[in-house]
């Protein structure tokens, strides 16, 4: 299984919505102008894949409940006609020249991870285990096998598997219909979310996953990390004049994470985008010295 070439421009609402968020906060155009190659041809390459909704795995509604996730990375990764390793080096292929463009550090990496994947000499599932799994010790050891740094691989691995996490997850979140989950982690892969935002009667509270992108609905009188419910200890500030961007922080764990208010807008966010466009409270947060519930490629504000 490949990426096909999308029959639709997946990338032009990604760039609307990047020229509005320069035009609303020019502080942000280099960081804005920096992931714009990437996301639009992350978008392309996700609209062309497959469904990828073959297998999917058994439904434990109690392991849901007690806040185990539904799949685990073997789910991810094992899908009726997936050849990752193909995938791969078809994703590459605007992925690694828009990675270039946007962050030009990584070029002598990009080249080498480029070469040994057309080579075919990168243990793709493995590297890929090892990441998604948190297996930092097996990730250095592929890493040094391949020449390269961890983290420079473990980055670009990581964009280039992101229409297909994303897609996958798109497939395995049918399975969670009426199903019972109250964690601040996806209820389909675990990871904690990238950012919030508040929607519907009375301002529900949604999370976006940080690896999956599925959305789902968490307590807005709790912290999505460390679980803490106490209200003495739950705090909330936001950039004068933008009342609707805000930053939601748990004195108990030093956690943060960026919200939107996403009522009474014309139109939807662009979910790709949205949180990029509050770099500025990740800025205002972490000069407090608070961190980020999960570390994205941009909010690793130096």
């Known amino acids: 299984m490949q990426p096909e070439t999308s029959p639709t421009p997946a990338a032009q609402p990604i760039n609307q919505a990047l020229d509005q968020l320069a035009r609303q906060t020019p502080a942000l155009k280099e960081v804005i102008e920096a992931f714009r190659p990437l996301k639009g041809a992350q978008a392309e390459i996700k609209a062309g894949l497959p469904a990828l909704d073959q297998p999917l795995p058994a439904v434990d509604p109690a392991r849901l409940a007690q806040g185990a996730p539904l799949a685990g990375v073997e789910d991810f990764l094992s899908c009726q006609g997936l050849d990752l390793p193909a995938y791969l080096r078809q994703a590459a292929g605007p992925l690694l020249p828009a990675l270039k463009k946007g962050f030009p550090a990584l070029a002598a990496d990009l080249a080498a991870l480029g070469a040994i994947l057309e080579k075919g000499e990168l243990d793709a ?178």
């Open 125 to 302: 599932e493995a590297c890929l285990k090892a990441l998604l799994g948190g297996d930092q010790d097996g990730l250095e050891r592929l890493a040094k096998q391949a020449g390269l740094a961890p983290a420079a691989m473990g980055f670009i691995l990581l964009q280039l598997a992101k229409p297909l996490l994303e897609r996958r997850a798109q497939a395995l979140a049918t399975l969670l219909t009426g199903q019972d989950w109250r964690q601040g982690s996806c209820p389909v892969c675990g990871s904690l979310p990238e950012m919030a935002y508040l929607q519907g009667e009375g301002g529900q509270r949604w999370l976006r996953c940080s690896l999956c992108a599925h959305h789902w609905r968490f307590s807005r009188t709790a912290c999505p990390v460390c679980a803490n419910d106490g209200q003495d200890q739950l705090e909330f500030f936001y950039a004068e004049g933008r009342e609707n961007q805000r930053v939601d922080l748990c004195r108990r764990c030093g956690k943060y994470l960026v919200t939107l208010d996403a009522r009474g807008q014309d139109a939807p966010p662009v979910w790709e985008v949205a949180a990029l466009g509050l770099v500025h409270l990740d800025l205002l947060a972490q000069e407090k010295g608070l961190s980020p519930a999960s570390w994205c490629a941009w909010n690793q504000v130096k």
